[in-house]
C-alpha cells in the first residue's frame, strides 16, 4: 500500500487530497512489475483562497500553515506520507516565488513529496480526476474534458481511455479584470466564453492566450465533460464569490451549450479534479527486479529517450523500449548502447520491459560501468520532461517514479 497526497496551488484557490493506492503484481509471465489495482480517498481538504502577499509572490508562511493544517485534519504527519505530488496550476506558476515554493515543498514534504507543474499535465490530471479517462475507457467513446479554472482553461481528448492530446489557453475566471457594472462583467464573461468555446472547437485563440498548440480537428466528441472552479458555478454548487468573473463565465459557459461540439456534462468532483489526479495518477510503481546503484530519492530528472539527446550536466534518465524475449545477446547489445550514450550522472535507466536488474548485472559486472546508476523496469515514460525517483517503499521493495513537467515563469 502506497500512501499519497496531492496539493493543488491554484490562482485562486488551494487544496489537498489524500489517497491510499494498492499496489498488486502482475502475474503473467512472471512479471516483476506493479500496477496500482485500487485506488481509496482517504481525506479531502477544505477549499482555501491561495494566499498572497504583497507585490507579485504567495504568501509562504501562510500556505505553508494550510498544509500543515491539512496533514492534521487528515490524521497524518509528514513522514506517514509514502509520495505525493504539489501542483502549481494556472496564475499561480506566474509569481515570482513559485519554483522557490515549489522545492521548499518538494524538499520538506513528507518522505517523496514533488513539486510539479505544466498545462499539459495539468490537462492529464484532470481528465484522469475527473473520471473521464476512466469513462472513455469503459464506454469506448471519445470525450473531451474541458478544464476552467480561475487563470487557464485546459483541454484533453481522450480516446478510448487514451489521453491522445491536450491544449490550453490563457482564460479563466481571473483573466480580465472587471468592476461592478453587472453588465460590464457579462460582456467580458461572454468573450471569454466564446473563446473557450473556440478552444474546443480546435480553433486558436490570440497568440498571448495560447498556451499549448489548439487541438486536431478530429472526429467529434461523444461528449464534453466540465471540471475547474468554474465548474462548480455551472452545476450551482458554489454559493461564494471569489472576487473573480467565475460565476459569470460559468453562465455564459451554459449559454453557449449549443455551439459546443457534443453535449456538456459537469463532473461530481468539479474543482477537484486536479488534485485528484495528482494525488492518484501521477505514480508509477517500478518492479522489484531493480538495480539502484545511486542514492535515492533523486529529483527533477529529465527524460530523454535512448538514442536522444543526452549531452550536459547532472543527472538524466534514458526511456528505453523492450519487446521480445530477455536473451542475454540482446540485453548485451542494449546495455552497449547505454553505456555509451551519456556520461551524466547519475543516468537512471527507465525500461517499458522487465529486465531492469539483469541490465545492471551486464553493465555493471560485464561492461564496468562507471558512475551511479538506477534500473528501473514497468516504466512507459513517452514524450515527459521529468521524474523524480522516490526510495524503496517497504515491505515490497517497490520503487515510486513521479512524471511531471516543471514549467516556471522566468
Avoid at 506558476?93 to 513559485?98: H, T, V
Avoid at 464573461?189 to 480537428?217: C, H, K, N, W, Y
Avoid at 551511479?372 to 523496469?377: A, M, P, W
Amino acid at each position: 500500500m502506497l500512501r499519497t497526497v496531492g496539493i493543488d496551488i491554484g490562482s485562486t484557490t488551494s487544496h489537498a487530497m489524500f489517497a491510499r493506492l494498492r499496489l498488486q503484481r502482475l502475474a503473467a509471465s512472471l512479471s516483476s512489475r506493479y500496477v496500482v489495482v485500487e485506488r481509496e480517498v482517504l481525506h479531502r481538504s477544505p477549499i482555501v483562497l491561495t494566499p498572497y502577499s504583497a507585490g507579485n509572490t504567495i504568501d509562504a508562511a501562510a500556505l505553508e500553515a494550510h498544509i500543515a493544517g491539512w496533514y492534521a485534519s487528515a490524521g497524518f504527519a509528514r513522514e506517514d506520507v509514502d509520495t505525493g505530488a504539489v501542483i502549481f496550476t494556472g496564475a499561480a506558476l506566474e509569481r515570482e516565488n513559485a519554483r522557490e515554493l515549489a522545492n521548499l515543498f518538494a524538499g520538506e514534504g513528507g518522505k517523496f513529496v514533488c513539486a510539479t507543474a505544466g498545462h499539459a499535465l495539468e490537462a492529464t490530471l484532470a481528465a484522469h480526476g475527473s473520471g473521464s479517462v476512466a469513462r472513455s475507457r469503459r464506454d469506448h467513446e471519445t470525450i473531451l474534458h474541458v478544464d476552467v479554472g480561475g487563470g487557464t482553461t485546459k483541454l484533453a481528448v481522450i480516446e478510448d481511455g487514451a489521453i491522445v492530446a491536450t491544449s490550453a489557453i490563457a482564460v479563466g475566471a481571473r483573466s480580465r479584470h472587471a468592476g461592478r457594472d453587472p453588465d460590464e462583467r457579462r460582456r467580458i464573461a461572454g468573450e471569454l466564453a466564446d473563446m473557450i468555446v473556440a478552444a474546443t472547437r480546435g480553433f486558436a485563440v490570440s497568440p498571448e492566450l495560447q498556451l499549448l498548440p489548439p487541438l486536431p480537428r478530429a472526429a467529434t466528441p461523444a461528449r464534453i465533460t466540465l471540471s475547474g472552479g468554474v465548474s462548480e458555478y455551472a452545476a450551482g454548487r458554489e454559493p461564494a464569490e471569489h472576487n473573480d468573473l467565475g460565476r459569470e463565465l460559468a453562465a455564459a459557459l451554459l449559454a453557449l451549450r449549443g455551439a459546443l461540439p457534443a453535449p456538456l456534462e459537469i463532473v461530481t468532483d468539479g474543482i477537484r479534479a486536479t488534485v485528484i489526479g495528482a494525488s492518484q495518477f501521477t505514480v508509477q510503481v517500478s518492479g522489484s527486479t531493480i538495480g539502484i546503484g545511486a542514492a535515492l530519492p533523486l529529483r527533477n530528472v529529465p527524460v530523454t529517450p535512448l538514442g536522444g539527446e543526452a549531452h550536459g550536466s547532472g543527472p538524466i534518465a534514458l526511456a528505453v523500449k523492450w519487446q521480445g524475449e530477455p536473451e542475454h545477446a540482446r540485453i548485451r547489445a542494449l546495455a552497449e548502447r547505454i553505456a555509451t550514450a551519456t556520461d551524466r550522472r547519475p543516468l537512471v535507466v527507465a525500461i517499458d520491459g522487465d529486465i531492469a536488474a539483469t541490465l545492471a548485472n551486464v553493465l555493471r559486472e560485464e561492461l564496468h560501468f562507471a558512475g551511479e546508476i538506477v534500473t528501473l523496469d514497468g516504466l512507459d515514460l513517452g514524450d515527459l520532461d521529468y521524474i523524480d525517483v522516490g526510495a524503496p517503499v517497504s515491505p515490497s521493495g517497490v520503487v515510486p517514479v513521479i512524471v511531471k513537467s516543471l514549467v516556471f515563469q522566468r
